[in-house]
Antibody
């Protein structure tokens, strides 16, 4: 069971970013996928979750209106898009599966840097 | 908003036992399961305790979790400390809307 995320991204303030999370080793539609982020030197923050089977999402209130979680079941890949980026969105973004226990496994993380 | 509070840092010597607390801000911490994650520098978190006290396979029984309803807190206890246990530890649970909530993290130093 493995989640492999896309590579590091650099964006200017006001832009958008999409991070992908490709699942392997299990049935992608059988488990929720959660997204988290961790700003430099800070703690973990939950962004939301998606049911890959139905596409139904739940977002943390802090990100409502700026985050969209989607999936492509044909390639077992989940996506997290964040718009209107600010400098304080600079962080490592993680996906993780909700399996037999939360959360396992995690992706390797994707660094998103927002800088002018 | 439901919050989980952890000590910023703890330190202990190799071979000793350390306990990291995680206190809920409201309601009963026993209402939802608590998980504990270990995060080493530059790596993604991994689960060391789930559903309050269960250990994933591969996690040694030096790691244990508990709930104390009287103090509305969860605890992670690591016995027989090893230098490899040095890491950041996060507790995690859920709020009334089933949204995921993390504690602020505790830096464990084994010196």
């Amino acid at each position: 069971v493995q989640l492999v995320q896309s590579g590091a991204e650099v964006r200017k303030p006001g832009a958008s970013v999409t991070v992908s999370c490709k699942a392997s080793g299990y049935t992608f539609t059988g488990n929720l996928v959660h997204w988290f982020r961790q700003a430099p030197g800070q703690g973990l923050e939950w962004m939301g979750r998606m049911n890959p089977n139905s596409g139904v999402t739940t977002y943390a209130q802090k990100f409502q209106g700026r985050v969209t979680m989607t999936r492509d079941t044909s390639i077992s890949t989940a996506y997290m898009s964040l718009t209107k980026l600010r400098s304080d969105d600079t962080a490592v973004y993680y996906c993780a599966r909700a399996g037999a226990f939360p959360f396992d496994p995690w992706g390797q993380g994707t660094l998103v840097t927002v800088s002018s | 908003n439901f919050m989980l509070t952890q000590p910023h840092s703890v330190s202990e010597s190799p071979g000793k036992t350390v306990t990291i607390s995680c206190t809920g801000s409201s309601g009963s911490i026993a209402s939802n399961y608590v998980q504990w994650f270990r995060q080493r520098p530059g790596s993604a978190p991994t689960t060391v305790i789930y559903e309050d006290k269960r250990r994933p396979s591969g996690v040694p029984d030096r790691f244990s979790g508990s709930i104390d309803s009287s103090s509305n807190s969860a605890s992670l206890t690591i016995s027989g400390l090893k230098t490899e246990d040095e890491a950041d530890y996060y507790c995690q649970s859920y709020d009334s809307g089933s949204h995921v909530v993390f504690g602020g993290g505790t830096k464990l130093t084994v010196l």
